[in-house]
């Protein structure tokens, strides 16, 4: 099972924001590890949104920001839009298992 | 261009053998690890394993050690993930992704990703 935390399902208005957590502990996040973000829309692969806790690749919006402390880490979407429906996945290295964890996923509506 | 072009679709029995595979393309495939990752019908994403195709070595999830059998074959810039038996519990979706392994421990990311193999075992 996930080791991370995400709320199932988080929604906003358009133009709203909207922000998922993602809470870990102190073998993970907690212990300094860098978060990042994928978006996942229905039918398709997974795609990097954030790396290395804040940092956004090429072509992502910067509507788009991740931030980290202690043991969780949040992504927030600014100026919700109807095509930031998606999952929301994030992802951390775990020292106690030795290997890379995903959080359980977070639904984006928007209303 | 760089992508990642896994096998298409699959539909074997219980008890079955099965190898996917995953060409990288457009960089050095030798140069970066490639981590596979399942995702069963409307579940999330949970990481199998990793390994680096210019010598091979391998690390696996404890929850997919033993299970499954990742490897590369670097002259044709191809991973692969196998099963010796498969089971019902084994239908999923499974991605190859590129990690970014930067020289800090753990602060590694999936960057490039591949469209995916849906493996379904039912008898």
Known sequence: QSVLTQPPSVSGAPGQTVTISCTGSSSNIGAGYDVHWYRQFPGTAPKLLIYGNTNRPSGVPDRFSGSKSGTSASLAITGLQAEDEADYYCQSYDSSLSGYVFGTGTKVTVL | ?123
């Open chain 2, 1 to 123: 261009e760089l992508q990642l072009v896994q096998s298409g679709a699959e539909v074997k029995k219980p008890g079955e053998s099965l190898k996917i595979s995953c060409k990288g393309s457009g960089y050095s495939f030798t140069s970066y690890w490639i981590g596979w990752v399942r995702q069963m019908p409307g579940k999330g994403l949970e990481w199998m394993g990793i390994i680096y195709p210019d010598h091979s070595d391998t690390r696996y999830s404890p929850s997919f050690q033993g299970q499954v059998t990742i490897s590369a074959d670097r002259s044709i810039n191809t991973a692969y993930v196998q099963w010796r038996s498969l089971k019902a519990s084994d239908t999923a979706m499974y991605y190859c992704a590129r990690l970014i392994k930067p020289p800090s421990p753990g602060d590694h990311w999936f960057d490039s990703w591949g469209q995916g193999t849906l493996v379904t075992v039912s008898s």
